[in-house]
């Protein structure tokens, strides 16, 4: 750790959006102004820091956004950013306008840039935001909240049709590494079944056999959430029910519409707490750090620390998910968790 007086900071979003980004940049905003720090907004990510395209911020211009979905400052991929090369023209833009600090908020990915750009002498923060929260360091993540509650809205509607016509809905949501959104949503929904990367599934099992049992118990449309990072997706496990039930099986891809929307109470308040300790970190002369929350701790790790934990899915929610869909003990893969 260094120290460093803070005069201004560069805020950016990056990687896959998720709502309640803006909330955490106005919340960046307007705690460096009550610090006495300036703020500009790094637009598009690494790319816009490559390329200096950056706009002023200042308290007005964060008003009203915490409601919107998306990020008013773009999110982008940087390949030039993965080069030495790249990084460099970053370092340079930030002494070119005499950015003290930055803070970056995404994903895994973000933090590993950051992680480049402290090596590099510049101060960093990093804010999780993704819909997956699969970063390890904290509980949650900002957009999970949201998604869930985009998706639950989604099944719910297809479930009303999913039952007039006695059909097995199968649907897929976002989670190319984890099954974090496809376990809550699942319970949220009362899914039949769950099929998530984690689990080691033998579909016979652990999918058909819960099928099989609400059937006897009376139920004639099922709902399977499939997270999308599962072998095959959704319409590998929809072919593999229509080949062994002969159920009228359909497949739903919620897709990005899981991104998108105003974001929820819990995601505008954690954006906001987030954001606030963020500055509070450069300001103190903190550098390399990671905002996480812990229960209901707002606690801060050093980056590469972060980046080496392991997260495991809820245990309290897989048992509960497991006991009332039916679903067996279903062993998971130990080098997902
Ligand atoms: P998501 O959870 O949506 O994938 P993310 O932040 O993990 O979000 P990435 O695409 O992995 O998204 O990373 C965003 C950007 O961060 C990349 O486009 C790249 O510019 C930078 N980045 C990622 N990994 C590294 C790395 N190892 N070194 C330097 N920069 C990196």
Known sequence: ME???MRRIGVFTSGGDAPGMNAAVRSVVRTALHMGIECVGIRRGYYGLINCDIIPLDFESVSGISRQGGTMLYSARSEEFYQPKGREKAVSTCKLLGIDGLVGIGGDGTFRGLLELSKLGVSVVGIPGTIDNDISCSTYTIGFDTACNTAQDSIDKLRDTMQSHERCSVVEVMGRHAGHLALYVGVACGATAVVIPEQ???YEHDLM???RRARLNGRTHFMVIVAEGVEGGAYHVAEEIRNTTALDTRVTI???????????????VTATHMGYEAVELLAKGMTNRVICLQGDQYVNYDIAEALAMRKSLDPQTYTVM?????MEQVKLKEELL
């Not at 919620?254 to 505008?268: A, E, M």
């Open 3 to 5: 120290s460093k007086q």
């Open 200 to 202: 080691d599934i033998n």
């Open 209 to 211: 056999e819960p099928i």
């Open 254 to 268: 919620l897709g990005h519409v899981q991104r998108g929307g105003s974001p929820s109470s819990r995601d505008r």
């Open 322 to 326: 497991r006991a009332l869909t039916g």
